[in-house]
């Protein structure tokens, strides 16, 4: 996360939301789902950006709005002019609510390249951060509808935890053996896929988010 606060002009859930951060292992999340944000949500929001992070360096707030009142745009605008230093913000608003200029000029917004991209990623995040056995149903109904769409999105976010993962052992060295073999020629993705998910150490966002 570069930026203190990042928009998505976009109708995602609570969960879809977590799907655009793939890279938050230092990263304390916290999920405010599916709010109207008024004055008293603002203020909460406000208390809960100046706390601290309990282990991890910093925290990140993804907020996923459905309605957002002008007060409360007003009111948003100090907490985006002064953020705390360890706070970050997603925030997550429809295309159909307007926003001020002031408080969108706060934002640094994910066009669609950008958020392709992390969306892109999001079959592999959303693994990971699985129980184990959910990780094998889901592989099951994906080779069952023969997704390979779904395989594909998992295999470029399995490239980029490798490259952002470069250390030795055992788990990296089955990880690499799946990535270079899932989705060629000749391959079982079934095999290799379950390989993974017995083989990806769990992520951390499931362990981690919350409600205001």
């Known amino acids: 996360m570069h930026h203190h606060a990042l928009l998505v002009r976009q109708t995602l859930s609570a969960k879809e939301?977590?799907?655009?951060?793939p890279n938050l292992d230092d990263?304390?999340?916290?999920v405010i789902p599916d709010t109207v944000i008024g004055i008293g949500?603002?203020?909460?929001?406000?208390l809960e950006a100046s706390r601290r992070p309990r282990e991890?360096?910093?925290?990140?707030?993804?907020v996923a709005v459905t309605s957002l009142t002008f007060e409360?745009?007003?009111?948003?605008?100090?907490l985006l002019e002064e953020p705390p230093a360890t706070t970050s913000f997603l925030f997550i608003i429809p295309p159909e609510i307007s926003?001020?200029?002031?408080?969108?000029?706060?934002?640094f917004t994910l066009e669609g390249a950008e958020r392709e991209k992390m969306l892109n990623t999001a079959a592999f995040t959303d693994l990971q951060n699985s129980p184990?056995?959910?990780r094998l149903e889901e592989i099951g109904k994906r080779m069952t509808k023969k997704d390979t769409v779904w395989v594909e999105a998992v295999k470029t976010g399995l490239k980029e935890y490798m490259t952002e993962n470069n250390r030795s052992g055992k788990s990296l060295t089955s990880l690499a053996f799946?990535?270079?073999h899932l989705n060629t020629r000749g391959a079982s993705n079934k095999l290799l896929l379950e390989e993974l998910a017995l083989s990806l150490p769990p992520g951390r966002l499931a362990k981690q988010d919350g409600t205001l």
Request: hydrophobic residues 60%; aromatic residues 6%; contains cysteine.
């Open 27 to 30: 990263v304390e999340v916290f």
């Open 132 to 134: 184990f056995s959910d």
């Open 17 to 21: 939301a977590l799907l655009l951060c």
């Open 178 to 180: 799946v990535l270079a």
């Open 72 to 78: 409360a745009q007003q009111a948003l605008l100090k």
């Open 41 to 46: 949500e603002v203020r909460g929001l406000t």
């Open 56 to 62: 991890l360096s910093s925290r990140l707030l993804i």
């Open 99 to 107: 926003l001020l200029p002031t408080l969108a000029s706060r934002f």
